[in-house]
């Protein structure tokens, strides 16, 4: 899986883009900088903005060239990341370390189990910033995964992130505009939660 995304993030442009995802970025604004971690952040265009406004950033993927294109854009910015290469399953962190992480479409076969471990990562009182593609997202041709088990459900989401004290999910059209293989009227689902 990772020569794909390897494949794909290897050519100079940003395929989604330098600038932050919208949702994300008007919910971060109402937060307090502390620790943050990106999973699966690709070519840093998130994390890259959190260090901008004063956060301690972790993020991950499991594409080195994902990494040099993140580090790349730090650099630019004059900001620092700490990006590892690894995937969710491989990725290593002690508990309870996050005020925040954010899933900005971070679409894998292990969902669930996924999202479990990445909610033990978050500090009591933290917050999860979430958009992804909702199912009905196959019908176009905006981005995202082909394969239905990869999008979301509300129903799906609520029991992931079950443990939550609060949580508030909403489905909703967009029209994209993150680079060139996010654009275009699309389908999605914003989770915000408090642990």
């Given at each position: ?100 992480i954010v899933l900005i479409y971070v679409h894998t ?87």
């Open positions: 899986m990772e020569n794909i995304w390897n494949q794909r993030y290897a050519q100079e442009e940003y395929v989604y883009g330098v600038n932050p995802n919208e949702f994300y970025k008007e919910e971060l604004s109402k937060l307090q900088p502390g620790k943050i971690l990106f999973p699966a952040e690709g070519e840093g265009r998130n994390a890259v903005y959190a260090a901008i406004k004063g956060w301690d950033v972790v993020a991950f993927d499991s594409s080195e060239e994902a990494k040099k294109k993140a580090e790349k854009l730090a650099e630019k910015n004059n900001v620092r990341l700490n990006y590892q290469t690894a995937s969710i399953e491989e990725f290593e962190f002690e508990e309870n370390s996050f005020d925040a076969m292990n969902r669930e189990e996924n999202h479990q471990k990445l909610l033990r990562l978050l500090k009591p009182g933290g917050v999860i910033i979430l958009e992804g593609f909702s199912k009905e997202q196959l019908v176009n041709n905006s981005g995202g995964p082909r394969n239905l088990e990869m999008l979301f459900s509300e129903e799906e989401l609520t029991r992931d992130f079950n443990d939550l004290k609060e949580k508030q999910i909403t489905k909703t059209e967009t029209e994209l505009n993150e680079g060139q293989l996010h654009k275009g009227k699309a389908s999605v689902i914003r989770l915000l939660g408090d642990k």
